[in-house]
């Protein structure tokens, strides 16, 4: 059996990504930036709704992975409120300048979330590391549950062959988690392939306004359109969940 991991963009998402049969969400905000840390009534009312494990992104902006002492104190404040709410585990990445783990600050917050009985999973900054033999035995070694990756590239698909070699290299001492790009049409091969036992997508689709009167003169910040957002669909979560044998 594969589990599924949903990155939701917001309770909303999490909700939906629960009633599709998703068996774990990672909590986030701002996907089009590649996610950051969601709010504090985000997590709040999450967790009042939600009875699957909520995992928290902690990533206090976009960009690079290189963090200063005032953002690390944020990533921090942000554990610490993430242990109080009630999660279940915190989502982290941090770099050095040289593109290597920066095992120092993962270790703080990893031991922060491990005393308190939270999983730590270090996410897509993987990708963007200098060595992927060298960061996956740093991570496995500072005890990450788990390793959010694309194999390096765009999407997993086109990143599935390091994948499979991440998979064969952990050799079970952490989960290897593809994710990006991932859908109902390609996650059953993706599996198969790589022999992964997570996948973490998003499931999401457009979703228009509910509003009757539209301003068409403007587009806000940029660019993107005031009048839709993306939201978890539940029926590609359920496609999803069938495809993996969930």
């Known amino acids: 059996m594969v589990l599924l991991e949903v990155c939701a963009n917001s309770v909303t998402s999490a909700i939906t990504a629960q009633k599709g049969g998703a068996a774990r969400v990672e909590l986030c905000e701002n996907l089009t930036e590649g996610g950051t840390t969601p709010s504090y ?40 409120y993430a242990i109080q709410a009630g999660c279940n585990g915190i989502v982290i990445g941090m770099l050095d300048e040289e593109g290597n783990v920066d095992k120092v600050r993962c270790r703080e917050l990893i031991d ?10 270090f996410h897509r900054a993987f990708d963007v590391c200098r060595c992927y033999d060298e960061a996956l035995e740093d991570i496995i070694a500072l005890g990450c549950d788990r390793i959010l990756t694309s194999g390096g590239r765009t999407t997993a ?90």
């Open 157 to 246: 698909i086109e990143g599935s062959v390091n994948i499979a070699s991440l998979v064969e290299k952990a050799a079970g001492r952490i989960t290897i988690m593809p994710g990006s790009g991932i859908n109902e049409t390609n996650v059953k091969d993706l599996v198969e392939f790589t022999h992964v036992t997570e996948v973490h997508a998003s499931a999401k689709l457009k979703v228009n306004s509910r509003m009757k009167y539209l301003n068409d003169h403007i587009l806000m910040t940029g660019n993107l359109d005031p009048y839709s957002i993306d939201q978890t669909n539940l029926e590609i979560v359920s496609k999803i969940v069938e495809a993996i044998g969930g």
């Open 112 to 121: 922060l979330a491990h005393e308190s009985g939270l999983s730590v999973t």
């Open 41 to 80: 009534g985000q997590i709040a009312v999450a967790r009042q709704h939600l009875n699957i494990p909520i995992n928290v992104l902690i990533r206090p902006r976009p960009g690079d992975f290189l963090y200063t002492d005032i953002e690390f104190g944020i990533m921090r404040a942000d554990v610490e």
